[in-house]
């Protein structure tokens, strides 16, 4: 950066010398004026109104018009003896709190760098204001201007901002300041809970000059030859009327929601993956239910084959006078016939064994309105049946010798 001002600031008895920078700079685009047929630049020359002739410029003079008409003609010799005692200097007044100056008042800023002789004392007054919590009120002249000023820390280097003089600022006079406009409290509440709402730090990097990037593209697409593609204006719909305190509810809404957004992102997650695992868990009793319903349903639709086959063997064991005993190895033989095939595979048995098997269909049993039937162990039923039939067909010529006898 190049300084722009030198000389020093005055504290007390204490002459601190300095240099002033710009501390701030203008981001505009900066356009030529100039012929739209060949792109000539347009030139201003000084012509006078008297003599029409062009002026030079070490000719051009200040003057004052007076109400009248007539000129006030000053050169740099009238102004040169004009008192500004702080043409050279920055001349501390007093010291006051911050928060005591209207923003309005503020104009320009700068940054204050210590020449190398007076870097102790400058860091002496920049600490000491820190601490105060306080800012210097100076003054100090600028280009043939002499104006209130502040002096400041910031970021470790003292910032001298100029500042307007009472006088400068425009009274706000306005037709409704007179008048007298009534807020309901229900309205002035919900102003408050949506400025509430609404409320957050300020942070100037999250901010950006919109229009001058669309026009540094504009200027870029010319240069590069493109074709540009006019964006549509904004397109507002036009809905009904509302009042003030539909808009601030509508407004409050829209607040809390975009707030809550960012909040609830994360949580929706959370709870997602936690229902998830909740329906998993609670899929695991249904699986075995429904198993244990297809095992009943299976175990009930063998009923009928068993005792089918049972009502076969009947008569033939019967006849062969099979002893109370053999009814064991009777039953697994049932058990083996009832466990091959296709019919046993479906029935859910192990072949040779007649025991059910851990995988059963998931069959719901529609019969018994949805609950689980408990399986029949038919190779139990058809021991005890084959058994009475033995007793029975054994007890018969025991019975008939005495009769005939």
């Given at each position: 950066?190049?300084?722009?001002w030198?000389?020093g600031?005055?504290?007390g008895?204490v002459?601190?010398?300095?240099?002033?920078?710009?501390a701030?700079?203008q981001?505009?685009i900066?356009?030529?004026?100039?012929h739209?047929?060949?792109?000539g630049?347009?030139?201003?020359?000084r012509f006078?109104s008297?003599c029409?002739?062009?002026?030079?410029?070490e000719?051009?003079?200040?003057g004052?018009?007076?109400?009248?008409?007539e000129?006030?003609?000053?050169?740099?010799?009238?102004?040169?003896?004009?008192?500004l005692?702080?043409?050279?200097?920055?001349?501390?007044?007093?010291?006051?709190?911050?928060?005591?100056?209207?923003p309005?008042?503020?104009?320009?800023s700068?940054?204050?760098?210590?020449?190398?002789?007076?870097?102790?004392?400058?860091?002496?007054?920049?600490?000491?204001?820190?601490?105060s919590?306080?800012?210097?009120?100076?003054?100090?002249?600028?280009r043939?201007?002499?104006s209130?000023?502040?002096?400041?820390?910031?970021?470790?280097?003292?910032?001298?901002?100029?500042?307007?003089?009472?006088?400068?600022?425009?009274a706000?006079?306005?037709?409704?300041?007179?008048?007298?406009?009534?807020?309901?409290?229900?309205?002035?509440?919900m102003?408050?809970?949506?400025?509430?709402?609404?409320?957050?730090?300020?942070d100037?990097?999250?901010?950006?000059?919109?229009y001058?990037?669309?026009?540094?593209?504009?200027?870029?697409?010319k240069?590069?030859?493109r074709e540009?593609?006019?964006?549509?204006?904004?397109?507002i719909a036009?809905?009904?009327?509302?009042?003030?305190?539909?808009a601030?509810?509508a407004s409050?809404?829209?607040?809390?929601?975009?707030?809550?957004?960012?909040?609830?992102g994360?949580?929706?997650k959370?709870?997602?993956?936690a229902s998830?695992?909740?329906?998993?868990?609670?899929?695991?009793?249904?699986k075995?239910?429904?198993?244990?319903?297809?095992?009943?349903?299976?175990?009930?639709g063998?009923?009928?084959?068993?005792e089918?086959?049972a009502?076969?063997?009947?008569?033939?064991?019967?006849?062969?006078?099979a002893?109370?005993?053999?009814?064991?190895?009777a039953?697994?033989?049932?058990?083996?016939?009832?466990?091959?095939?296709?019919?046993?595979?479906?029935?859910?048995?192990?072949a040779?064994?007649g025991?059910p098997?851990r995988?059963?269909?998931?069959?719901?049993?529609?019969?018994a309105?949805g609950?689980?039937?408990?399986?029949v162990d038919?190779?139990y039923e058809?021991?005890r049946?084959?058994?009475?039939?033995?007793?029975?067909?054994?007890?018969?010529?025991g019975?008939a010798?005495?009769?005939?006898?």
């Open positions: 950066m190049r300084s722009m030198k000389g600031i005055s504290f008895l002459m601190i010398p300095v240099r002033l920078y710009a701030t700079e981001k505009d900066a356009f030529r004026q100039v739209r047929a060949d792109g630049r347009i030139r201003f020359r006078c008297v029409d002739e062009e002026v030079p410029y000719d051009v003079v200040k004052y018009e007076l109400s009248t008409g000129m006030v003609v000053l050169d740099d010799e009238d102004l040169a003896d004009l008192p005692p702080s043409t050279k200097s920055i001349e501390v007044l007093h010291f006051a709190p911050a928060e005591q100056l209207d309005i008042l503020f104009n320009r700068y940054y204050v760098e210590p020449e190398a002789a007076g870097a102790r004392a400058y860091v002496l007054l920049r600490d000491a204001l820190e601490q919590g306080r800012i210097a009120i100076a003054q100090v002249a600028l043939q201007r002499e209130l000023a502040t002096l400041r820390s910031r970021d470790g280097v003292l910032v001298l901002e100029t500042l307007l003089w009472p006088d400068e600022i425009r706000a006079e306005f037709p409704f300041l007179e008048q007298d406009v009534e807020v309901r409290p229900q309205e002035l509440t102003a408050a809970s949506l400025i509430d709402s609404m409320t957050s730090d300020f100037p990097d999250a901010h950006h000059d919109g001058r990037e669309a026009l540094i593209e504009v200027v870029e697409a240069i590069q030859g540009l593609t006019q964006p549509s204006p904004l397109e036009a809905g009904p009327s509302t009042s003030l305190a539909d601030l509810k409050l809404a829209a607040a809390q929601q975009s707030a809550g957004a960012g909040e609830d994360g949580r929706a959370a709870i997602g993956e998830t695992s909740s329906r998993a868990s609670k899929a695991r009793p249904a075995a239910s429904s198993a244990q319903a297809g095992a009943g349903k299976a175990g009930a063998q009923t009928g084959t068993d089918s086959a009502d076969e063997r009947r008569p033939a064991r019967a006849k062969a006078g002893k109370p005993g053999s009814g064991k190895a039953a697994g033989a049932d058990g083996a016939g009832t466990g091959s095939g296709k019919s046993g595979a479906r029935s859910g048995t192990k040779g064994t025991r098997t995988k059963a269909s998931s069959a719901r049993d529609s019969s309105g609950t689980p039937s408990r399986p038919r190779r058809a021991t049946e084959l058994a009475g039939n033995e007793r029975t067909s054994t007890a018969r010529p019975s010798g005495p009769t005939a006898a």
